[in-house]
């Protein structure tokens, strides 16, 4: 079988070694030049000669590529909307040439071994907007504490082929982030649990429009999978009307109404504690009404209880949006069978991802974060909402900017004006930032650097403040990525801790 990859990526590289593997005839094209190559995709490109494979076109992509090809194997970061790979793409339609992800190509190889091997592993699969490698990487921890063996790969890396070859024995689970991207060319994945953590605006150029930008993340779901839905976002509950999955579980963070929902109560009787909790069957309650009932229809709504997992604050990763991403995590867990108590264990013991809404030092009591993976107003809204305190004081005060990907930006002015005491600009965008927020009553401030907003963050907090680093765009205008922007927000985090005769926290 003639099998052409599209694109030198991780991804890319991952199905030219598993394709070659396969015994099938492999080239290779990328439609940068080789003086356009970036250093990562040399690496790749390296990896693609070892495997054996010497038929690697730059540049420009030519119809004749499609010459003895039976199947086009396409990168997540090549968009089908955009030239060339648009143009390409539809001749490759007209010649009938089926396209695939690579996660379309692992989920036929775990099809295959299931037949062959009668492997039974589980497979749960995650997306969302915002949140998806906290999510991923508890999921995997609550599996391991659990006692299965786990591999965990996709858009969190490595490569899900990648893992599956280099693999010495296949796991119990496997935990795959997904993006919209991987999902778009990806047709047979039936995975046992899944979850939409949530969506908002991203990725717009990549996908054309929000419908088809859901309509990729939906494609998560299989026919035996069961789902797990955010019912606090709109756009995902509202993908359970056209799911034909096996079944479907909620979570969010208001106490839960259906049975098998997780979600959060609030105890007012107990001094205003928030619970992690579970609805669950109140048999004692059901055996009762069940003795007293005069017809059927008195059973029609059965009555629940709230099961008490953990309380919130006994999760070591911040914010409500981070409860939310917890509860979604033990919900798939536990919907593959796995018991409930190790999984607690795990939560207690996860500390979350760098530079995602994580506490990077506290300075005459004003609490330093971290969020440089915001990069789209979805995950500073969430960082926001999450770190804010309804109905007290706005404390947080918002370092934000950079290259906006040409995002609109007014959703934030709701949350910044109940939770944010004041917002620093920086980066290319800031005037459009500021833009969307001039009604909010809040001070704006602009800084010419990031380690100057720390400095003017700095001035304006008092103790028991928090400085929020969640800039809602990406980094490049500014920063080589969102780790040297984090990096350039804790050197001056460290400077300002020098300067004051302290040591950060």
């Not at 999760?315 to 108590?341: D, E």
């Not at 929020?468 to 205008?477: G, K, N, T, V, Y």
């Amino acid at each position: 079988m003639g099998i052409l990859v599209l694109g030198l990526g991780e991804s890319g590289a991952a199905m030219v070694r598993w394709c070659v593997t396969q015994g099938a005839k492999v080239s290779v094209a990328d439609t940068r030049s080789e003086n356009q190559l970036s250093e990562n995709a040399k690496k790749y490109q390296q990896q693609v000669i070892d495997a054996g494979v010497s038929n690697i076109h730059l540049g420009g992509l030519s119809s004749d590529l499609l010459n003895g090809i039976n199947l086009i194997a396409i990168s997540p970061g090549l968009s089908p909307l955009q030239e060339p790979i648009q143009s390409f793409l539809a001749s490759a339609a007209e010649k009938e040439i089926p396209v695939w992800s690579e996660i379309e190509f692992f989920a036929q190889a775990l099809k295959a071994l299931k037949d062959e091997q009668n492997y039974a592993g589980k497979v749960i699969a995650i997306t969302g907007t915002n949140g998806k490698t906290t999510a991923t990487s508890l999921t995997g921890l609550l599996c391991e504490r659990a006692g299965m063996k786990v591999a965990v790969a996709g858009n969190i890396s490595p490569a899900a082929l990648d893992k599956l070859l280099d693999i010495e024995e296949l796991p119990d689970v496997w935990v795959l982030e997904l993006s919209s991207f991987q999902l778009q060319h990806t047709y047979s994945l039936d995975a046992d649990a899944a979850t939409v953590l949530n969506i908002t605006q991203d990725h717009l150029d990549w996908h054309g429009d929000m419908q088809q930008y859901i309509a990729a993340k939906a494609r998560i779901f299989g026919e035996n999978t069961i789902a797990v839905l955010n019912r606090d976002d709109e756009a995902v509950a509202g993908m359970a009307q056209n799911l034909k999955s096996l079944r479907v579980i909620t979570f969010g963070v208001d106490a839960p109404v259906e049975e098998d929902a997780f979600g959060i109560f609030h105890d007012t009787a107990a001094g205003g504690i928030d619970w992690l909790v579970w609805a669950e069957p109140d048999l004692e309650a059901l055996e009762l009404k069940t003795k007293r009932r005069r017809k059927k229809s008195d059973l029609d709504d059965e009555p629940l209880r709230l099961k008490r997992l953990m309380p919130a604050d006994a999760l070591r990763i911040k914010g409500r949006h981070n409860a939310s991403n917890a509860l979604a995590a033990i919900a798939m867990a536990s919907s593959i069978g796995l018991p409930m108590s190790p999984l607690l264990h795990g939560l207690r013991e996860y500390e979350g991802e760098a530079h995602r809404v994580q506490s990077v030092s506290i300075i005459d009591g004003v609490e330093y974060i971290d969020d440089s993976k915001g990069t789209n107003v979805g995950a500073t809204l969430a960082a926001l909402n999450g770190l804010g305190d309804a109905g007290q004081r706005a404390k947080i005060i918002l370092i934000a900017g950079g290259e906006g990907k040409g995002q609109d930006f007014s959703p934030l002015a709701d949350a910044v004006a109940r939770h944010a005491k004041a917002v620093i600009l920086i980066g290319r965008d800031a005037p459009l930032i500021k833009q969307a927020l001039i009604n909010t009553q809040v001070p704006l401030v602009d800084a010419s650097a990031l380690d100057v907003a720390v400095q003017e963050a700095s001035k304006l907090a008092v103790s028991g403040d928090l400085i929020l680093l969640s800039p809602a765009c990406a980094s490049f205008d500014m920063f080589k990525d969102y780790a040297h922007r984090a990096q350039v927000f804790i050197d001056a985090i460290n400077e300002l801790a020098t300067l004051n005769g302290q040591v950060s926290a």
